[in-house]
């Protein structure tokens, strides 16, 4: 079964810093472009970042630059979402996703398989 699972998320003090991680299982993530979203309560989902099979990488919301970076470990199946200088307004559910494709999408949200999510909360 194909499957992708993030984990990492909690309660984090504003300020703080918090890593996620994007597990895949049964495919390798290798070959694919993983992206981070997320979803603040009552609001639409929106990209964070996307990061391709060759490392590069496009972050979608001005407020994460310089905060929030994105990596993969392909030996691990995992590709991570290190979160810093957190704020209230980072609160949200945060989902992985991933294409079959090794580019990132033109279209944000077209990804084939998505994960659960889980939930980051930063106090304020």
């Known amino acids: 079964q194909l499957q992708l699972v993030e984990t990492g998320g909690g309660l984090v003090p504003w300020g703080e810093s918090l890593p996620l991680s994007c597990v895949s299982s049964?495919?390798?993530?290798?070959?694919?472009?993983i992206g981070w979203f997320r979803q603040a309560p009552g609001k639409a989902r929106e990209a964070v970042v996307c990061?391709?099979?060759?490392?590069?990488?496009?972050v979608y919301i001005d407020a994460v630059k310089d905060r929030f970076y994105v990596s993969r470990d392909n030996a691990m199946n995992t590709v991570s979402l290190q979160m810093n200088l957190l704020n209230p307004e980072d609160t949200a559910v945060y989902f992985c996703?991933?294409?079959?494709?090794?580019?990132?999408?033109?279209?944000?949200?077209?990804?084939?398989?998505w994960g659960q999510g889980t939930q980051v909360t930063v106090s304020s």
């Open positions: 990061i391709d099979s060759d490392d590069g990488n496009i």
């Open positions: 996703a991933a294409r079959w494709d090794r580019l990132c999408p033109v279209a944000k949200f077209h990804y084939d398989l």
């Open positions: 049964g495919f390798t993530l290798a070959y694919s472009a």
